[in-house]
Structures are given as C-alpha cells and as structure tokens.
C-alpha cells in the first residue's frame, strides 16, 4: 500500500527553521516525482516546491524561493523540506504528494496533479 507521512511540523517563531521529512513506502520511491503543498486557513491549497524522481531538478514558488530548498535521498525513501526565514503567512498545512510522470528527470509544474498525498501536518508561525 502506497504511503506517505510527513513529520516535523510544529510550532515556531518567526525567523525560525524547521526542517520536514516526508517518508514513502509501498511503491518505487526511486520513479516517483514528489512536490509539497500547504493550505493557510481560509485559502485553497497550493503548490510551492517540487522535486524530480532523480533528484535534479526542483522548482519553487516565488514565495519560498530562497527559504525554502527540497531534496530527497532515494535511498532512503525520504523527500526533506528545509524551512529557514519563516513568517506568519507560512502558516499552514503542509502535505506532500507522489506522481509517476514517466521520466526521472521530469519536474513537475507547481499546479500539476498528483496522484497520492500524504495526510499532512500543521505548521504554525507565530510569537
């Protein structure tokens, strides 16, 4: 059965790090392309990173650019999400997602779909 869990979520102060793993199991991890998404109260949820299955490429919304950096270590199925600089307009929940596109070097568009999420896990900014 295809998992993923993501951990790491909490509460921190502005300024703060925080770093997220989301673990996958049941599936190729190794095929899998994986992008994060968040919903703050009262918005709809968006994409903000993705990584390709190989690990080569990324892409981030303006938003996170430069706060923000995804990686994953293949070998043991975990896609990481590095957190520094947060605000209060981080907070939100915060899902991983797996798709298969079919090409290893393949990064997917923050607004593509995915196929199977995780269940997510609060983020809050606040002092």
């Known amino acids: 059965q295809l998992q993923l869990v993501e951990s790491g979520g909490g509460l921190v102060q502005p300024g703060g790090s925080l770093r997220f793993s989301c673990a996958a199991s049941?599936?190729?991890?190794?095929?899998?392309?994986i992008g994060w998404f968040r919903q703050a109260p009262g918005k709809e949820r968006a994409g903000f990173a993705t990584?390709?299955?190989?690990?080569?490429?990324?892409n981030y919304a303006d938003s996170v650019k430069g706060r923000f950096t995804i990686s994953r270590d293949n070998a043991k199925n975990t896609v990481y999400l590095q957190m520094n600089s947060l605000t209060p307009e981080d907070t939100a929940i915060y899902y991983c997602?797996?798709?298969?596109?079919?090409?290893?070097?393949?990064?997917?568009?923050?607004?593509?779909?995915?196929?199977?999420w995780g269940r997510g896990t609060q983020v809050t900014v606040s002092s």
């Open positions: 997602a797996a798709a298969d596109y079919g090409r290893r070097w393949y990064v997917p568009r923050l607004n593509q779909e995915f196929d199977h």
């Open positions: 049941g599936f190729n991890f190794d095929n899998y392309a």
């Open positions: 990584i390709s299955s190989s690990g080569s490429s990324t």
